[in-house]
Protein backbone atom coordinates (compact mmCIF):
# COMPACT_ATOMS: atom_id res chain seq x y z
CA UNK A 1 0.00 0.00 0.00
CA UNK A 2 1.58 3.59 -0.86
CA UNK A 3 -0.68 5.35 1.29
CA UNK A 4 -3.34 4.44 4.36
CA UNK A 5 -5.70 6.11 6.91
CA UNK A 6 -5.17 4.62 10.28
CA UNK A 7 -8.17 5.02 12.46
CA UNK A 8 -7.21 4.85 16.14
CA UNK A 9 -10.32 5.09 19.09
CA UNK A 10 -9.08 7.42 21.77
CA UNK A 11 -9.95 4.57 23.79
CA UNK A 12 -7.31 2.61 22.98
CA UNK A 13 -5.31 5.04 24.67
CA UNK A 14 -6.29 4.33 28.03
CA UNK A 15 -4.86 1.04 28.45
CA UNK A 16 -6.06 -0.08 31.39
CA UNK A 17 -7.01 2.90 32.97
CA UNK A 18 -10.33 4.28 33.14
CA UNK A 19 -10.30 7.21 31.01
CA UNK A 20 -7.21 9.48 29.60
CA UNK A 21 -3.83 8.59 28.04
CA UNK A 22 -1.86 5.79 29.42
CA UNK A 23 1.88 6.62 28.63
CA UNK A 24 3.04 2.94 27.76
CA UNK A 25 0.17 2.52 25.61
CA UNK A 26 0.22 5.53 23.43
CA UNK A 27 4.59 4.74 22.80
CA UNK A 28 3.41 0.99 22.13
CA UNK A 29 1.60 2.27 19.25
CA UNK A 30 3.51 5.12 18.47
CA UNK A 31 6.47 2.54 18.14
CA UNK A 32 3.93 0.58 15.71
CA UNK A 33 3.40 4.09 13.43
CA UNK A 34 7.57 4.51 13.75
CA UNK A 35 8.44 0.97 12.48
CA UNK A 36 5.54 1.61 9.32
CA UNK A 37 6.86 5.09 8.51
CA UNK A 38 10.63 3.51 8.22
CA UNK A 39 8.73 1.82 5.13
CA UNK A 40 7.82 3.75 1.64
CA UNK A 41 3.95 3.89 2.78
CA UNK A 42 3.09 7.50 4.06
CA UNK A 43 0.88 7.89 6.96
CA UNK A 44 -2.05 9.55 7.79
CA UNK A 45 -3.74 9.03 11.29
CA UNK A 46 -7.26 10.13 12.66
CA UNK A 47 -7.76 9.45 16.43
CA UNK A 48 -10.57 9.68 18.06
CA UNK A 49 -11.62 11.06 21.68
CA UNK A 50 -13.64 8.46 23.63
CA UNK A 51 -10.75 8.20 26.64
CA UNK A 52 -11.55 12.06 27.25
CA UNK A 53 -14.98 12.92 26.29
CA UNK A 54 -18.35 12.00 23.30
CA UNK A 55 -21.05 14.22 22.71
CA UNK A 56 -23.63 11.89 22.70
CA UNK A 57 -22.41 10.71 26.44
CA UNK A 58 -22.28 14.59 27.73
CA UNK A 59 -25.84 14.81 26.30
CA UNK A 60 -27.28 12.22 28.26
CA UNK A 61 -25.61 13.92 31.17
CA UNK A 62 -27.45 17.67 30.74
CA UNK A 63 -24.56 18.33 28.68
CA UNK A 64 -25.88 20.83 25.13
CA UNK A 65 -25.10 18.33 22.15
CA UNK A 66 -23.36 20.94 20.14
CA UNK A 67 -21.02 21.91 23.25
CA UNK A 68 -20.59 18.52 24.06
CA UNK A 69 -19.64 17.46 20.44
CA UNK A 70 -17.36 20.64 20.10
CA UNK A 71 -15.40 19.15 23.65
CA UNK A 72 -15.23 15.77 21.72
CA UNK A 73 -13.55 17.48 18.89
CA UNK A 74 -10.95 19.15 21.56
CA UNK A 75 -10.17 15.94 23.14
CA UNK A 76 -9.30 14.05 19.68
CA UNK A 77 -6.76 17.39 19.24
CA UNK A 78 -5.43 16.29 22.82
CA UNK A 79 -4.91 12.82 21.92
CA UNK A 80 -3.12 13.53 18.62
CA UNK A 81 -0.65 16.56 20.21
CA UNK A 82 0.01 12.92 22.60
CA UNK A 83 0.60 10.96 19.77
CA UNK A 84 2.65 13.59 17.62
CA UNK A 85 4.96 14.27 20.74
CA UNK A 86 5.45 10.13 20.94
CA UNK A 87 6.23 9.87 17.33
CA UNK A 88 8.54 12.66 17.57
CA UNK A 89 10.69 11.45 20.38
CA UNK A 90 11.41 8.44 18.60
CA UNK A 91 12.51 10.48 15.31
CA UNK A 92 9.49 10.52 13.41
CA UNK A 93 8.28 13.46 11.88
CA UNK A 94 5.14 14.15 12.69
CA UNK A 95 2.93 16.88 11.58
CA UNK A 96 -0.87 17.40 13.69
CA UNK A 97 -3.74 19.50 11.31
CA UNK A 98 -6.68 20.71 12.93
CA UNK A 99 -10.34 20.79 11.70
CA UNK A 100 -11.07 23.96 13.45
CA UNK A 101 -8.63 26.84 13.37
CA UNK A 102 -6.33 26.79 15.94
CA UNK A 103 -2.58 27.78 15.47
CA UNK A 104 -0.33 26.99 16.96
CA UNK A 105 -1.71 24.11 18.02
CA UNK A 106 -1.52 22.85 14.92
CA UNK A 107 -2.36 23.96 11.53
CA UNK A 108 -5.57 23.77 9.95
CA UNK A 109 -6.02 21.54 7.65
CA UNK A 110 -5.18 21.49 4.13
CA UNK A 111 -5.92 18.50 2.01
CA UNK A 112 -3.09 18.99 -0.92
CA UNK A 113 -0.69 20.47 1.99
CA UNK A 114 -1.17 17.15 3.81
CA UNK A 115 -0.20 15.25 0.63
CA UNK A 116 2.63 16.96 0.42
CA UNK A 117 3.53 16.48 3.84
CA UNK A 118 3.11 12.75 3.31
CA UNK A 119 5.40 12.38 0.07
CA UNK A 120 8.12 14.24 2.17
CA UNK A 121 7.63 11.41 4.78
CA UNK A 122 5.64 13.16 7.23
CA UNK A 123 3.49 11.23 9.56
CA UNK A 124 0.37 13.42 9.06
CA UNK A 125 -2.31 13.30 12.20
CA UNK A 126 -5.84 14.91 11.21
CA UNK A 127 -7.28 16.01 14.54
CA UNK A 128 -10.77 17.71 15.52
CA UNK A 129 -12.74 14.83 13.90
CA UNK A 130 -14.62 16.66 10.61
CA UNK A 131 -14.84 19.77 12.48
CA UNK A 132 -18.85 19.56 12.77
CA UNK A 133 -20.57 18.31 15.47
CA UNK A 134 -23.58 14.80 14.98
CA UNK A 135 -20.65 13.48 13.44
CA UNK A 136 -17.70 10.80 14.65
CA UNK A 137 -14.60 10.47 14.10
CA UNK A 138 -15.12 7.21 12.15
CA UNK A 139 -16.85 9.54 9.86
CA UNK A 140 -13.60 11.57 9.67
CA UNK A 141 -11.64 9.02 9.25
CA UNK A 142 -13.59 7.68 6.06
CA UNK A 143 -13.62 11.47 4.92
CA UNK A 144 -9.68 12.16 5.32
CA UNK A 145 -9.08 8.58 3.89
CA UNK A 146 -11.23 9.51 0.36
CA UNK A 147 -10.24 13.10 0.57
CA UNK A 148 -6.53 12.04 0.64
CA UNK A 149 -6.67 9.25 -1.97
CA UNK A 150 -5.40 6.57 0.56
CA UNK A 151 -5.20 2.86 -0.96
CA UNK A 152 -7.19 1.80 2.22
CA UNK A 153 -9.19 2.66 5.67
CA UNK A 154 -7.22 0.92 8.08
CA UNK A 155 -9.78 0.36 11.30
CA UNK A 156 -7.15 -0.38 14.45
CA UNK A 157 -9.03 -2.50 16.95
CA UNK A 158 -8.43 -5.06 19.88
CA UNK A 159 -9.91 -7.83 17.22
CA UNK A 160 -8.18 -9.35 14.33
CA UNK A 161 -11.16 -8.96 12.09
CA UNK A 162 -14.66 -9.36 11.21
CA UNK A 163 -16.32 -12.02 13.14
CA UNK A 164 -20.03 -13.62 12.01
CA UNK A 165 -20.50 -12.73 16.30
CA UNK A 166 -18.43 -10.89 19.07
CA UNK A 167 -15.74 -13.33 19.42
CA UNK A 168 -15.25 -11.80 23.15
CA UNK A 169 -18.80 -13.44 23.83
CA UNK A 170 -19.61 -16.27 21.53
CA UNK A 171 -16.38 -19.28 21.08
CA UNK A 172 -17.80 -20.27 18.25
CA UNK A 173 -17.45 -17.18 16.13
CA UNK A 174 -15.64 -17.53 12.66
CA UNK A 175 -13.52 -14.96 11.01
CA UNK A 176 -13.59 -13.66 7.45
CA UNK A 177 -10.61 -13.06 5.47
CA UNK A 178 -12.70 -10.91 3.13
CA UNK A 179 -16.55 -9.31 3.30
CA UNK A 180 -18.05 -7.14 0.93
CA UNK A 181 -19.97 -3.97 2.47
CA UNK A 182 -23.27 -5.57 1.10
CA UNK A 183 -22.74 -8.50 3.11
CA UNK A 184 -21.90 -6.31 5.97
CA UNK A 185 -24.65 -4.18 5.73
CA UNK A 186 -27.13 -7.84 5.37
CA UNK A 187 -25.65 -9.51 8.33
CA UNK A 188 -25.37 -6.16 10.38
CA UNK A 189 -21.88 -6.53 11.11
CA UNK A 190 -20.93 -3.16 12.08
CA UNK A 191 -17.38 -1.85 10.76
CA UNK A 192 -17.64 1.63 11.93
CA UNK A 193 -20.98 4.06 11.90
CA UNK A 194 -23.20 3.92 9.31
CA UNK A 195 -21.93 7.26 7.83
CA UNK A 196 -18.61 6.31 8.13
CA UNK A 197 -19.39 2.79 6.43
CA UNK A 198 -21.54 4.56 3.67
CA UNK A 199 -18.74 7.10 2.78
CA UNK A 200 -16.64 4.48 2.37
CA UNK A 201 -18.64 1.99 0.31
CA UNK A 202 -19.85 4.52 -2.02
CA UNK A 203 -16.15 6.21 -2.67
CA UNK A 204 -14.91 2.37 -2.91
CA UNK A 205 -12.48 2.94 -0.16
CA UNK A 206 -11.91 -0.18 1.20
CA UNK A 207 -11.48 -0.82 5.03
CA UNK A 208 -9.33 -3.21 6.96
CA UNK A 209 -9.86 -4.12 10.78
CA UNK A 210 -7.09 -5.62 12.13
CA UNK A 211 -5.91 -5.94 15.77
CA UNK A 212 -3.92 -3.12 16.45
CA UNK A 213 -3.01 -4.75 19.78
CA UNK A 214 -0.81 -7.67 18.27
CA UNK A 215 2.60 -6.42 17.99
CA UNK A 216 3.45 -5.84 14.51
CA UNK A 217 0.51 -6.19 12.68
CA UNK A 218 0.77 -2.86 10.90
CA UNK A 219 3.67 -3.72 9.17
CA UNK A 220 2.91 -7.29 8.49
CA UNK A 221 -0.80 -5.79 6.96
CA UNK A 222 1.76 -2.93 5.17
CA UNK A 223 3.77 -5.90 3.90
CA UNK A 224 0.95 -7.06 2.14
CA UNK A 225 0.59 -10.50 4.58
CA UNK A 226 -2.84 -10.93 5.07
CA UNK A 227 -3.71 -9.21 8.44
CA UNK A 228 -7.26 -9.04 9.73
CA UNK A 229 -10.25 -8.34 7.46
CA UNK A 230 -10.92 -6.49 4.59
CA UNK A 231 -14.40 -5.09 3.53
CA UNK A 232 -14.85 -3.87 -0.25
CA UNK A 233 -17.24 -3.90 -2.46
N1 LIG B 1 -16.88 14.53 17.30
C1 LIG B 1 -17.68 15.43 16.59
N2 LIG B 1 -17.49 15.55 15.26
C2 LIG B 1 -16.58 14.84 14.56
C3 LIG B 1 -15.79 13.91 15.28
C4 LIG B 1 -15.95 13.77 16.64
O1 LIG B 1 -18.52 16.09 17.17
O2 LIG B 1 -16.46 15.01 13.33
C5 LIG B 1 -17.01 14.46 18.76
C6 LIG B 1 -18.15 13.59 19.25
O3 LIG B 1 -18.72 14.17 20.39
C7 LIG B 1 -17.45 12.30 19.61
C8 LIG B 1 -16.15 12.79 20.17
O4 LIG B 1 -15.82 13.91 19.33
O5 LIG B 1 -18.15 11.56 20.57
C9 LIG B 1 -15.01 11.81 20.16
O6 LIG B 1 -14.94 11.14 18.96
P1 LIG B 1 -15.32 9.57 18.82
O7 LIG B 1 -16.45 9.24 19.72
O8 LIG B 1 -15.48 9.27 17.38
O9 LIG B 1 -13.98 8.93 19.38
P2 LIG B 1 -13.59 7.39 19.52
O10 LIG B 1 -14.83 6.60 19.81
O11 LIG B 1 -12.98 6.96 18.22
O12 LIG B 1 -12.58 7.39 20.64
Redesign the pocket.
Known sequence: MKRILLKM???SLMGKQKTGIDPEMLNAFAKEIADVSQQKTQVAIVV????I????KGAAQGFDRVK??QM??M??VINSLALQSALQSMNVKARVYTAIRMEPVGNLYDRDEAIEAMENNEVVIVSG????????????AALRAVELNADALLKATRVDGVYTADPEKDPKATRFDEITFAECLKNEYKILDLTAFTMCKENDMPIIVFNFHEQGSLNALISGKKVGTIVRN
Open positions: SGEGGGNFRGLGDGMATGTGNPFFTTDTA
